[in-house]
């Protein structure tokens, strides 16, 4: 139970170090490439890497998500969740330790920033961002009858777009432990628990559309 986990930490410390690095690096542009592209290309690679093993499971929401429609144990839910959250507070360690003190702090550290001053927008924003995301993860490698090798690509660039779409709108975490890990460094903590209730709500949107209407026939409790 516990080696999963740890990988999982390595996982996350490693996403975390690489999208807070290029949140930083992006600092004074407009553009979203960077960002974008940075975390999509490095989540699919963790997840091509160390997803036989412990299932490339880097970020909460998704890891619930995976246990609601029963592509996890119960006795791994808690470790896992607690290894992401580890692994994000030492990559934004790690991001904060090897770039310039002045970029990290003009940048908040990659930390999250919402860019609205509507937060129900913001909000929702998460909410459609992670309900895609996790969408894809539970269709792509959960779901039997729609399970694919590409699966980590497709997550990969889910990312990517969501943050295309999303990053002028709330920075498009769809991520608890990304945002917790950088936000503990810099001690940015403006609107966090947005990072929290947008991506736990898509993913249990992302649930009832699986179990109830998508899932295969062992996933599905109705219209078997």
């Not at 702090?105 to 930390?111: C, D, E, I, V």
Request: charged fraction near 5%.
């Amino acid at each position: 139970m516990y080696s999963p986990a740890w990988l999982n930490c390595l996982g996350r410390l490693l996403f975390v170090f690489v999208g807070c690095s290029s949140v930083i690096g992006n600092v004074g542009t407009t553009s979203a490439i960077q960002p974008a592209v940075a975390h999509g290309l490095a989540l699919a690679v963790l997840i091509m890497m160390f997803g036989q093993i412990s299932g490339g499971h880097f970020n909460p929401a998704v890891s619930l998500c995976a246990y609601l429609c029963g592509g996890m144990e119960l006795l791994l839910l808690v470790p896992y969740i607690l290894a992401q959250m580890l692994g994000g507070m030492v990559g934004a360690s790690f991001a904060r330790a090897v770039l310039p003190p002045e970029v990290y702090a003009n940048s908040t550290g990659g930390a999250l920033v919402v860019l609205s001053n509507d937060l129900a927008i913001v909000t929702l924003a998460e909410i459609i961002m992670t309900m895609f995301l996790t969408l894809v993860v539970c269709m792509g490698a959960i779901n039997s009858q729609t399970q694919t090798p590409m699966a980590p690509f497709c997550i990969g660039l889910t990312v990517t777009a969501n943050i295309f779409a999303g990053g002028m709108v709330s920075g498009a975490c769809m991520n608890p432990a990304r945002a917790f890990g950088p936000a503990v460094v810099a001690n940015h903590w403006d609107h966090h628990w947005i990072y929290w209730v947008g991506p736990i709500g898509g993913a249990l949107l992302t649930v009832t559309f699986v179990r109830f209407v998508l899932g295969d026939r062992k996933t599905r409790i109705w219209l078997k």
